[in-house]
């Protein structure tokens, strides 16, 4: 750990960081921290990647300067590190950063913000459930679905009338979690969906909001329904 600070070689720096990320021990984090005070972008990239490998949270504070650095990759870097470690004390941070110009460190702040589970933060998530970037909605309905928010769920069912079957499934596991019986109505609908898939995640979420009368309808349609799976769900 000592070689570590005193070394001067970048070379010998980079592979010491990356060792001490594999090894994920706890010690090294003190020194790793002092090395986010290089000038060296690349550093301290490796030092965010091994300090998300670690795992210790109140490490995460310290790369919270790098969420505005002018260097895109080092944005993105820090911005997984907080996906994999979640800080409460980040909360804010990673909210300003949904403004981002950089749409994979915006994505990240996202699923970051839903592993926090922090429900100050679903007003400054919602926006995104209505993203013109696929990738955006998918990862906004992840986030809200670990938030378990009922705010959501309007905008949750406009999901599942997009035209993408990913985002469809994202946001029926995200009403799933959110199990809110007001939803029933609108996600039978797609109980005659063309994608079996589809229909199996819409039978899960009734299958936690549904009453009796949901409960027969759904022994109807999957009397005959043609895919074995979306049969025994």
Known sequence: LELLLVTQDLGPKYDLVILLGRLKSTEAVKPLTHLLNSSDRSLQGHVAESLRSIGDPKSMTSLLPL???????????????????PHPGCARAL????EDENLEVRKLCVAALGELRDKRAVPALVPFLKDSHTEM???????????GDRRAVPDL???????DESVILKALSALRKIKEPATAPTVMKLLLHENSHVRQRAIEVLGHVGDAVVAERLEQILKNDGSEEVRVS
């Open 95 to 98: 909210i300003e950063s949904l």
């Open 157 to 163: 069912l406009k999901m599942i009338e997009d035209q």
């Open 137 to 147: 909605r998918i990862a906004a309905a992840e986030a809200m679905g670990c938030m």
């Open 67 to 85: 969420l505005k650095s002018d260097d895109e990759k080092l944005r993105i870097q820090v911005a997984s590190a907080f996906g994999r470690v």
